[in-house]
């Protein structure tokens, strides 16, 4: 949980910095990879990355977010800067209209009763949880896969270190 609205500015600055270079390196005929027959393709998962309504609008901030159940464009560019936009227009609704007190606040959200720093902590999370499904289903795809916590395969082979056993 954020107790800080400090805190949550630089740790979500952090994590949206990682999913946009993901979110850039997709192509628009990579949108429509599946994991498997009938789940969501690679455009519905990169598209549900974007902070919507659905855990937002329980919180009182000022932006604009897509509709919580609303179709992801065709075009994977169209996908990459609404993410930048809104989660732009996130840090700076979070920046300028709330204070630390205000994440000490509760909301109803999913049912239940949470603090807001707990719902942008949540939020966070939620993006990190498909951020890693994501990276599969560009594997899949055949497209660049980039590290977030640590290196990929290929990242450790362009530095010239043996890649650690898996």
Known sequence: ???TIESFIEEYSNEAA???????ALTDASLQQEVAPGYRTLGHLA???IPSEGLLSPLDLQ???????SQPPAAASEI????????????EAVRTQWTDEKLE???LVFGATWKNGLTLYALMKHEIH???QLTILMRQAGLPVYGIYGPTKEEWQSMGLPVPAI
């Open 1 to 3: 949980m954020f107790h």
């Open 18 to 24: 990682a999913t946009q270079k993901l979110l850039d």
């Open 47 to 49: 598209y549900h990355l």
């Open 63 to 69: 932006l604009e977010v897509p509709a919580e159940q």
């Open 80 to 91: 990459a800067e609404a993410y930048r936009k809104v989660t732009q227009s996130l840090l």
């Open 105 to 107: 606040e509760s909301a």
């Open 130 to 132: 498909h951020r890693g």
